[in-house]
């Protein structure tokens, strides 16, 4: 089956600073790359994703970038604000049978320093 | 705005009981997914159904059961709790209807003690 590997697992950047969090994965049909914010006691939600056709994709100050060849996507974020402070998670996905399942990394701490 | 809803928050519950944790969804959706999350190792899919009684093992079923016996429904069952179980348990939700919106959608969890 996939496997996700995501690195670092604690991140720390100063107010302003960019933070770039990184992801393999090991199935090369994977073809669906979302990024999920966990702020603290909360539920998972869905700030990004990109597509196989697309090597990358930017949403204001949120960007992900994929690498087919490599295996290898990335999560950049610009201008961090302390609100970006959360667990950030990324994931792959194969489409077929029954349902698309997500296959997770084991998570990035982000947390942004005034 | 898509709404998933869990049973309950947190549950503290005693080793060889049988729990169940309810997830419900308003949106219409074919797939529901139950995960566990535990520290460093993400979220991990335990079971998942596509449409009403189907159901599909995820990456660790072993301990656990679901039910899914209405659309907007899909109970997880620990037959008989350990303590290994504790964890928290998200449920989540998807429609593959409209293509390239396959966006999985959480509830809030749930907090699972076994003592």
């Known amino acids: 089956g996939e496997n996700v590997e995501q690195h670092p697992s604690t991140l720390s950047v100063q107010e302003g600073d960019s933070a770039v969090i990184k992801c393999t994965y090991s199935d090369s049909a994977s073809n669906y790359f979302p990024w999920y914010k966990q702020e603290l006691g909360k539920r998972p939600q869905l700030i990004i994703d990109i597509r196989s056709n697309v090597g990358e994709k930017k949403d204001q100050r949120i960007a992900v970038t994929l690498n087919k060849t490599a295996k290898h996507f990335s999560l950049h974020i610009t201008e961090t604000q302390p609100e970006d402070s959360a667990v950030y998670f990324c994931?792959?996905?194969?489409?077929?049978?029954?349902?698309?399942?997500?296959?997770f990394g084991s998570g990035t701490q982000l947390t942004v320093l005034p | 705005d898509v709404k998933v809803t869990q049973s309950s928050r947190y549950l503290v519950k005693r080793t060889g009981e049988k729990v169940f944790l309810e997830c419900v969804q308003d949106m219409d959706h074919e797939n529901m997914f139950w995960y566990r999350q535990d520290p460093g190792l993400g979220l991990r899919l335990i079971y998942f159904s596509y449409d009403v009684k189907m159901k599909e093992k995820g990456d660790i079923p072993e301990g656990y059961s679901v039910s899914r016996e209405k659309k907007e429904r899909f109970s997880l069952i620990l037959e008989s709790a350990s303590t290994n179980q504790t964890s928290m348990y998200l449920c989540?939700?998807?429609?593959?209807?409209?293509?390239?919106?396959?966006?999985?959608?959480f509830g809030p969890g749930t907090r699972l003690l076994v003592l």
């Open positions: 994931a792959a996905s194969i489409r077929g049978g029954s349902a698309r399942q997500l296959t």
């Open positions: 989540a939700s998807s429609s593959p209807r409209r293509v390239g919106l396959e966006t999985q959608y």
